[in-house]
């Protein structure tokens, strides 16, 4: 798929297909997450593959998880902007996901001390966001329409309002 197409395409998928992801898929998906660039090459986060349930009632919308079959905690640790860096992750493993045809939605944290207490993590970590993956229960087809009106239909602010040029 055109990255850009992906990028205008994708939209967050919270009810999914109850079929599992192939674990090639799920590790394409881990994968582009590892390839994200970081702050002086830290790369300061680790993936934690979990069942939804573990973490469910942890995050704003436990039901995301619940139905999800891929749930995957973005954990970092140390010093810098290692909050953007996870950023840069989750957002690989998202796009690579729609690459694949498979939906996922970010997911807020609500009890964070709950969540590391599951995840059973060491003083220095912290969870940086859940992400829920799964085949769409409504698939979408990204190649009916070109990147540009995928942008127009998005809602967003329009772009002139976004940037402001010097």
Known sequence: MDTLLAIASRREVRDYEPRALPPDVEERI?????????????????????????????????????????VVTVVVSGKGPVSFDAGRAAQN??????????GASPNGIADEPAVRAALELDDDERVAIVLSFGYPARPRDPESRPAAEWSSR???????????RR
């Not at 493993?93 to 498979?102: I, K, Q, S, T």
């Not at 998005?154 to 402001?164: C, G, N, Q, T």
């Open 30 to 70: 881990l994968d582009a997450g590892r390839l994200a660039g970081s702050s002086k090459n830290r790369q300061p986060w680790r993936f934690h593959v979990v069942p939804g349930e573990l973490i469910a009632d942890f995050v704003y919308e436990p039901t995301n998880l619940r139905g999800a079959p891929f």
């Open 93 to 102: 493993m998202l796009l690579a996901a729609w690459n694949e045809g498979v």
């Open 154 to 164: 998005a809602k967003r602010r329009p772009l002139e309002e976004s940037v402001r």
